[in-house]
């Protein structure tokens, strides 16, 4: 049971030890530069999700939500970078800011149609990924938006201590998310939500406000997520995530958590983000065909959910166990000693 309980970690370890031996390059500074790099920004799309599956729901809509945070954050960027000519810090902290307004807008928008109108989050977040996605073609005119400013290259593409600043940022919001989701009445709501929402609602929580927060938050992680890659690349485009949402749902149930909800760790997504990363790079290094990529995570997706439920199932029975264990029996009395003791 210790050792399925840490299912992903292992496969994470092993997979490193393979690419380490079979794929010449895979383990120096540069390519881990380039790892954390890749990582980083469906990581955001990941964490989102991730809460959203605690409570047992799912956003459809990150990968162009994505789209659509990092085009409007260039093209405010990419106007003022070249009125001023300057390099652009504040341009850049405001595009930042603006990426995660909208990116929260477009989840609160996803929240209220679920909680207010009482659709399935599946239907909602199906139909808002058209209307992202077309949001995001009519302010570019479906055409990349480029010239950004040079703060905004520097902090897609600079790195401090070998590590990029964009993972800092990301891996900082997995620590700060996973404090929130152990130690705060929102996580806690959460994971209560996706095991009985009947009895949350019951005891006084407001599913409506909570449903706004939870897709307003994952909306916004998915909106900076745009904002990074666009800076990254140094071009925002309506079409940059629509391939990220699988990756994104495969992070987050190849870490641990259900589907179903209820359950699940952040640092779970971290793991199953930097395994899907590492089959990626290693794969590159090796002239491995990029449609082999897939055909692994999925199998690895089921391997990993098979052994998971695997744990789950041993830990049910281990419990029912210890339980029936701790049960007193009741002494069997006989016919004819209760006989003998009424006549006394």
């Not at 890749?38 to 989102?48: C, D, E, P, R, S």
């Not at 709501?189 to 939870?214: D, F, P």
């Not at 690895?300 to 264990?325: F, P, T």
Request: hydrophobic share 55%; charged share 10%; net charge neutral.
């Amino acid at each position: 049971m210790f050792l399925l309980r840490f299912t992903s970690v292992g496969v994470l370890f092993l997979l490193i030890l393979f690419f380490s031996i079979a794929a010449p390059g895979f383990a120096t500074i540069f390519s881990v530069t380039n790892l954390l790099n890749a990582t980083a920004v469906f990581l955001l799309l990941a964490l989102g999700e991730t809460f959203v599956l605690f409570a047992g729901g799912i956003d459809l809509s990150v990968g162009s939500m994505l789209g659509l945070g990092g085009v409007a954050s260039a093209i405010y960027m990419s106007a003022h970078a070249s009125a001023t000519g300057a390099s652009g810090v504040w341009v850049t902290v405001v595009g930042l800011l603006i990426a995660l307004g909208v990116g929260g807008a477009g989840g609160a928008f996803n929240g209220a149609a679920i909680a207010y109108l009482n659709l399935s989050p599946l239907i909602v977040t199906l139909g808002s990924y058209g209307i992202f996605l077309g949001a995001a073609d009519l302010l570019s005119n479906g055409l990349p938006i480029e010239n950004l400013p040079g703060a905004s290259f520097t902090l897609g593409n600079n790195t401090f201590l070998q590590i990029p600043y964009i993972a800092y940022i990301a891996f900082g919001l997995a620590i700060v998310l996973t404090f929130v989701s152990k130690n705060t009445r929102f996580g806690l709501y959460s994971y209560a939500i996706g095991t009985n929402r009947e009895a949350v609602r019951r005891a006084g929580v407001n599913l409506k406000r909570h449903s706004v927060m939870l897709y307003g938050l994952c909306g916004a992680l998915a909106g900076l997520a745009g904002m990074l890659n666009a800076v990254h690349f140094s071009s925002a485009s309506s079409t940059s995530g629509l391939n990220d949402l699988l990756v994104a749902i495969a992070a987050v149930v190849i870490g641990g958590t259900p589907i179903t909800g209820g359950e699940g760790k952040v640092w779970g997504t971290v793991i199953g983000a930097l395994i899907y990363t590492i089959l990626q790079n290693g794969f590159v290094l090796m002239n491995v065909a990029a449609f082999w990529q897939l055909i692994v995570i999925g199998f690895l997706i089921m391997i990993v959910v098979s052994l998971d439920n695997y744990q789950r199932r041993l830990h049910s029975m281990a419990r029912i166990s210890k339980e029936l264990e701790s049960i007193t029996p009741v002494p069997v009395v006989s016919s004819a000693e209760s006989e003998s003791d009424e006549t006394s």
